[in-house]
């Protein structure tokens, strides 16, 4: 059962009208933590924008009634972690809960002390449970109406995996279909055609069916795209994205040889649509990937940024301010650093696909913390 925060409307509803745009989490700002800065899409890239810029071209301030750390998002939902402390015990209860921004309503997740764990020697005893939660990932926008029809994928203690439904009081194991599967060690999860889509670190992409009572775990492709002459300078990071019905690899090179290491290119894959249909045990030893280089993204722009939060596209229809067949990306860390240094470029901006150009995000007082997570108008309202 969905409940809702009673919040004030008047700049949430302002946001929601500039949306697409960007969120700055709870906890990074100095003033209050339940006041979160929004950034719209069409005033970050406009280069006039500086800190003495009339009111309106200033960061709007969204109102969130909690504080919390923050573990993923969905279109226009966060995923939060929201802490709270015992009177006289000091003890601190985290709550997990999936929350829209804009119509405070929410959605409240199993207490984290539910979550299984796996092996012999489970979790080990000094590693703290409450704060171990790495990412969440969701299946769809939750709907109050069909509120179990959303599943939630929980990465915790060193990429352990679980799930559950929105309603659900507990977290639940998941199968592994084979007893050399590891346990540990996911990064990543997407959903797309009915299941679950999970990276682990050996760069193995693994499945999870969710077509009967018990879901499992299957490896499907031995080894995800490597990009060839990697120098030791250099540093990849991989996305799972689901675009259009299809399951996209994006990688992402960073050169460490700038300070701060700024993206150098963004390469995309897909996966070929029988791969979706193999069956459970059926798993790819070679798959091409060259052969399915994604070159074109068409009319739609791809959003990237934190790695807790969940890429998506949107066709340029949506934003007058949005470019077709770009990639309009963020720092992958939730806790980066911004450059108070304006001479040094922060590694935000927008990519052209067609042109293999970057244009940087201008570093401004409102852009120097770009430690933010793109927010959609999908799913919001």
């Known amino acids: 059962m969905a409940e809702c925060y009673n919040i ?3 700049c949430n509803n302002l946001a929601l009208q500039q949306l697409p745009g960007l969120i700055l989490p709870a906890g990074s700002l100095k003033r209050s933590s339940k006041t979160h800065r929004f950034l719209p899409l069409k005033q970050i890239i406009n280069k006039d924008d500086n800190q003495d810029s009339p009111a309106p071209n200033k960061p709007l301030m969204l109102t969130i009634p909690l504080a919390g ?12 972690e929201d802490r709270k402390e015992e009177a006289f015990t000091n003890k601190i209860n985290k ?5 829209n921004p804009v119509s405070g309503e929410k959605f409240k997740l ?5 979550l ?10 000094w590693y703290p449970r409450s704060c171990s939660i790495e990412k969440v990932v969701l299946s769809c926008c939750p709907n109050p109406s069909e509120s179990n029809s959303c599943l939630v994928l929980a990465i915790y203690n060193y990429g352990q995996i679980a799930y559950c439904k929105l309603g659900n009081r507990e977290w639940r194991s998941i199968g592994f279909g084979h007893s050399s599967i590891d346990h540990e060690g996911y990064l990543d999860a997407v959903y797309c055609h009915d299941r679950f889509y999970v990276l682990h670190v050996t760069k193995k992409l693994f499945v999870c069916n969710f077509d009967g009572s018990d879901p499992c775990i299957n490896e499907l492709i031995n080894s995800v795209p490597r990009t060839r002459n990697s120098s030791f300078k250099t540093f990849e990071h991989l996305y799972l994205v689901e675009a259009q019905g299809e399951l996209l690899i994006v990688v992402r090179r960073k050169d460490d040889g700038d300070q701060p290491a700024l993206t150098s290119q963004f390469l995309l894959y897909k996966l070929d649509s029988d791969s979706y249909y193999r069956d459970k045990h059926e ?13 074109s993204l068409g009319d739609y722009a791809l959003f990237l ?3 807790q939060m969940q890429p998506f596209t ?23 650093k911004g450059c108070k240094n304006k001479q040094i470029r922060y590694d935000a901006g927008v990519y052209n696909l067609e042109t293999a150009c970057f244009e940087q995000f201008p570093t401004t007082s409102s852009t120097q913390k770009m430690h933010m997570i793109w927010i959609t108008p999908h799913g919001i309202v």
């Open 110 to 114: 199993p207490d984290v002390s539910t």
């Open 8 to 10: 004030p409307q008047d």
């Open 283 to 295: 798993k790819v030893n070679d798959y091409d990937w060259d052969k399915h280089q994604v070159r």
């Open 116 to 125: 299984p764990p796996y092996g012999t020697g489970g979790v080990p005893s």
């Open 305 to 307: 940024g934190p790695t």
């Open 69 to 80: 750390k923050y573990c993923g998002s969905y279109g226009g939902w966060l995923i939060l």
């Open 314 to 336: 949107l066709p340029e229809s949506e934003a007058s301010s949005l470019k077709g067949n770009c990639i309009y990306y963020t720092d992958q860390s939730v806790n980066a």
């Open 95 to 99: 709550d997990m809960l999936v929350l």
